[in-house]
């Protein structure tokens, strides 16, 4: 059963650190995807998998002292034959990805600019740094066993997993402080599930699915709330305000209840105004400006950059979902727009 269990997850075990890189980077950059030059960061994982695998001819494993090994100090640790690579294997080859991998995390964050955001409430950036000072809390810990044997220091494994429990609890104190950072990374908000649009780009035409079908899954206006005019008027105000001071819109992830923590108030709340006093619901409205905006910028940057990378720049995540908002605030698709606006 170890056997299993070691040479299914060792490969598994050499891609986290390119994995947790290769996260760090995408949610920095709002890239979901994977450029064809970054697959080479998976290079360690073919590597551990030619180590483990039981190759032909190859020597039998002693699998009682890998497994009282592994016990003992860890996978950092393990100095004997695990596989087709030498015994240090395991020890220095993780150790060095470690050492390589979360400076480059650290080094990404600090070159995105999001340390110098000042939102006081950023999910975005609580969860990013949230979620690297844990891994690298743990990956730390994890090679002090290599520092401790290097300094013949007596290392006891109950002291090491008391270690490990006190950096888990003082991380789960911090989460439960900020619980709100987990929203749209680890836990989903119900409103997010509503879709804004439900129209189809084909060959440059716009093709409306059913109404009925769309009126089910459009967000629904709230019942009212016990907000009385005065809050209701400062709402819409501080909404407006802040989503054109700040330029809310030019985030492509954006989510309601982004605006609802920037503005401190509940997110129902925010969502009442939006479909009750301001009319439209929240991804209709934040795809107005977008439109807006990329009605100011087309005529000065149109010569250099394509409508694709103009939307992009004014928030759209893709050209369909562009087209469909541009169609829905104009009436007309941009090319029929644009030629208009010079006859």
């Not at 290079?43 to 039981?54: G, K, R, T, Y």
């Not at 939307?311 to 030629?339: C, H, I, R, W």
Request: aromatic letters at 14%.
């Amino acid at each position: 059963m170890l056997a299993i269990f070691f040479q299914s997850l060792t490969p598994i075990y050499f891609i986290a650190p390119a994995c947790l890189y290769l996260y760090v980077t995408g949610f920095l950059n709002n890239r979901k995807g994977i450029k064809k030059w970054e697959w080479l960061h998976f290079i360690p994982f073919l590597i551990a998998a030619i180590h483990v695998f039981p190759w032909p001819g190859q020597p039998k494993l002693d699998w009682h002292i890998i497994a009282s090994q592994l016990t003992e100090n860890g996978y950092h640790t393990l100095n004997t034959k695990s596989g087709l690579f030498p015994n240090y294997f395991h020890s220095w080859g993780r150790t060095i990805l470690i050492l390589i991998y979360l400076p480059l995390c650290w080094l990404a964050v600090n070159k995105s600019g999001i340390r110098k955001q000042t939102d006081i409430n950023n999910p975005g950036k609580d969860w990013i740094f949230f979620l690297l000072s844990a891994a690298t809390l743990f990956q730390v810990i994890g090679l002090l066993p290599i520092a401790i044997k290097a300094l013949h220091i007596p290392l006891y494994h109950t002291s090491f997993i008391a270690i490990n429990c006190l950096v888990l609890l003082g991380i789960l104190l911090y989460a439960l402080h900020k619980p709100n950072m987990f929203y749209g990374y680890l836990l989903v908000a119900a409103d997010w599930k509503k879709i804004a649009s439900f129209q189809l780009v084909t060959e440059g035409q716009v093709i409306d699915l059913p109404k009925v079908f769309r009126e089910k899954s459009v967000n629904s206006s709230p019942k009212k709330n016990n907000l009385s005019e005065q809050q209701l008027s400062s709402y819409i105000i501080r909404i407006k305000d802040t989503m054109e001071n700040d330029q809310l819109y030019l985030k492509a992830d954006l989510q309601i209840i982004d605006l609802a923590t920037k503005l401190n108030i509940p997110i129902h709340h925010c969502s009442y105004v939006l479909n009750n006093e301001i009319g439209k619901n929240f991804r209709d409205w934040i795809n107005g400006y977008r439109v807006q905006h990329f009605l100011k910028q087309y005529p000065i940057v149109s010569g250099r950059i394509t409508i694709e990378a103009i939307a992009q720049e004014s928030g759209f995540k893709s050209l369909a979902t562009f087209y469909n908002a541009f169609k829905k605030e104009k009436g007309v698709l941009p090319t029929d727009y644009f030629q208009k606006s010079t006859s």
